[in-house]
């Protein structure tokens, strides 16, 4: 899809935010008095293997869980979940845009590493994840898992590119950025619902159908464990709820005249009421699969990890961010993160530690006893020691590049170089809106940090001649 850079709704970034989590007020980057900094609960023993459950929400901003901030939308399940496991404040998505993040948690490694991940997002059926490289599903499937993928995959088009070309096991879903919500017509103007590789009829909304297919996946009688990717395209425009089937009609019909970026933008519609309905079904969604979760028996062995692809966008409420999707300011990159692990892990935690999406895949694998592919090294760090075992937080930078922007951050420090070719330095503790540009008064570390991003970027593929 395009690249949109939206700024988060004026009227709603006037003052600060308060949240409730477990009945308690925090302002969002700030534990709650029911939460504690986390701590490792280092006297517990290694048991079964873990069933991982990651559910990605789809342009969700960083404050629009009540949990974070938002003063208007109301998202009791995942404020639960946040209170039974641990709420990240300083967490990242793999980029700014949905398929280059998608990829960095797939593979592990910077989407720049991979020809397929330089599409920012793919767009056409040329581009997507070569299905001869290793994936979180692939690896832990060759460890014993049994691996699935409902929702939004976006990572290529079918014959090339598909889940179950990647590693997983099952996928029911659709393989681009955006459908319009009822007639599962697409980013490339066609039908984008399958089973497999199969197309699969249902014109009922699509969040409801993608509940569905989660609640009987996680409630299925598993004889191995499982790794279930659940990617739902809410919030993402078009902006529909349940309730909007008619303009839902009217969009799949501009769809059809050749009008499938018009339709699917949706620039006539939209609003923050709606858009805060979009995000409190998702969470009504997100509490039913936790329930069936939780009456399969499975609860407490299950790693439960809840996140965005990348920053809000045009109704999004981000306070105290700056910028939005497909920027690398903190708007487009940093964004709700939620883990619950209750055999291992405590509740009513939270985390200031700065971790991202391929961190989650090196973790994962640790967890599910499964190795990288030594001839595709990592870029994330596992998290596991740190987790489970009161380690430090592996130092290291955090690498960000896409067209136009390009981030590092280290410590407190980020290094950012706007879309004029202008270079930045920010103290992020002191300063998250990004406001107060310290590059003159710190020479020297903005050199430091600019040699740093230089050095990896170096390493990575070169973007294609526009």
């Known amino acids: 899809m395009p690249e949109i850079s939206r700024r988060v709704f004026g009227g709603l970034v006037g003052g600060g935010a308060v949240t409730a989590v477990a009945g308690a007020s925090s302002t969002a980057g700030a534990a709650s008095p029911t939460e504690r900094p986390f701590k490792a609960r280092t006297a ?22 009540s949990s974070y901030g938002s003063p208007h939308i ?24 949905c398929s280059p993040t998608r990829f960095s948690l797939y593979t592990g490694r910077f989407p720049g590493r991979t020809k397929g991940g330089l599409a920012e997002p793919v767009g056409n059926r040329t581009q997507g994840l070569d299905p001869n490289h290793p994936t979180l599903a692939s690896l832990l499937k060759n460890a014993g898992y049994a691996t699935a993928l409902i929702g939004k ?58 509940t569905e297919r989660a609640v009987e996946y996680v409630g299925r009688d598993h004889d191995r464990p499982w790794l279930l990717n659940l990617n739902f395209t809410t919030p993402h425009w ?36 709606k858009y805060r309905e979009m995000v409190e079904s998702l969470d009504a969604s997100i509490g039913k699969v936790l329930t069936a979760l939780r009456r399969s028996g499975q609860e407490e062995n299950t790693i439960v990890v809840f996140a965005s ?15 939005a999707k497909s920027e690398l300011l903190e ?23 700065p971790v991202y999406s391929p961190d989650w895949t090196a973790t994962l694998l640790e967890l599910g006893g499964a ?43 980020k290094y950012y170089r706007d879309a004029d070719g202008k270079d930045h330095l920010f103290n992020l503790a002191a300063d998250a809106r990004e406001q107060a540009d310290l590059a003159s008064d710190r020479p020297e570390l903005l050199a430091e940090l600019r040699a740093a991003w230089e050095k990896v970027d170096g390493e990575l593929l070169p973007y294609p001649a526009p």
């Open 309 to 323: 692809d990348n920053g809000g966008e045009r109704f999004s409420y981000q306070w105290p961010l700056s910028g």
């Open 44 to 65: 517990g023993r290694p048991g079964r293997r873990p069933n991982v459950l990651f559910i990605l929400g789809d342009d969700l901003g960083w404050a629009d869980l």
């Open 74 to 97: 109301k998202t009791p399940n995942l404020d639960r979940l946040a209170a039974q496991g641990v709420r990240f404040t300083h967490a990242y998505s793999g980029s700014a845009t």
């Open 238 to 273: 078009p902006w529909l709820t349940e309730d909007d089937e008619e303009k839902g009609a009217e969009i799949a019909a501009r769809i059809r005249a050749g009008n499938v970026l018009g339709g699917l933008l949706h620039n006539d519609g939209g609003s923050v009421e």
């Open 331 to 353: 708007g487009g990159i940093r964004v709700p993160t939620i883990l619950r692990w209750p055999a291992r892990i405590d509740g009513r935690q939270v985390s200031h530690e």
């Open 153 to 210: 995959w976006h990572c290529g088009w079918l014959p090339d590119h598909s889940p179950t070309k990647s590693g997983w096991d099952e996928f029911f879903g659709n393989f681009g950025g955006a459908l319009e919500y009822f007639s599962k017509l697409g980013q490339l103007g066609d039908y984008d619902l399958y089973e497999g590789d199969a197309t699969y009829k249902d014109l009922r909304y699509y969040t409801t159908v993608l």
């Open 371 to 413: 190795r990288p592919h030594p001839a595709y090294p990592l870029d994330g760090h596992s998290l596991a020691g740190y987790l489970l075992r009161g380690e430090d937080v592996p130092e290291r930078d955090l690498f960000w590049r896409v067209r136009g922007n390009r981030a590092l951050r280290r410590g407190d420090w």
